[in-house]
């Protein structure tokens, strides 16, 4: 966990590994200890999704990143809360030249929705965007996988 103040240019006010989920509750303290409006809270952990590997799919851990930004620490759109779930790649295939890998997909979609339902409720969120890396439009890609989906299915 990074603790930042002010900015994100100045140094962190506190850089700590915690051993998850077994410390927790410690990185909930710390972030009560440092909250303030003008302080972000940057989390690194991981997840399991299904990723294809030479040797076939497998669940692996992915590298996910949360931010949490007070209401007066500067962010790049404004948001309070962002989450970097890791590449585009684990969610959407690349072509639907077959359909016999799709199911690995659904699943990490389905894991990303639960996640983002769970912390839209718990949290109270009011506004969120579905955002990636690439130059394509995420929803307009989703579509697109679902009405394939749908047709190869019929």
Do not use: C
């Not at 909930?28 to 590997?53: T, Y």
């Not at 030479?54 to 692996?60: F, I, N, S």
């Not at 409720?121 to 697109?144: G, I, Y």
């Amino acid at each position: 966990m990074r603790v930042s103040a002010v900015d994100p240019t100045e140094p962190a006010l506190l850089e700590q590994v915690f051993k998850l989920p077994d410390q927790l509750e410690d990185v909930f303290d710390a972030m009560e200890k440092w909250r303030s409006s003008d302080v972000s809270f940057e989390v690194e952990g991981f997840w399991d999704l299904w990723q294809e590997l030479p040797e076939g799919w497998q669940l692996k851990p992915a590298r996910v990143q949360l931010f949490f930004y007070g209401p007066d620490f500067p962010s790049e759109f404004g948001e309070s809360i962002r989450a970097e779930l890791g590449i585009e790649s684990f969610f959407l295939p690349g072509s639907l030249d077959t359909t016999k890998d799709l199911h690995f997909y659904q699943s990490n979609l389905k894991s990303l929705l639960r996640l983002n339902g769970d912390w839209s409720a718990k949290l109270r969120l009011k506004q969120r965007k579905l955002w990636s890396d690439s130059s394509e439009d995420l929803s307009h890609r989703l579509q697109w996988i679902a009405q394939a989906v749908s047709t190869a299915r019929q």
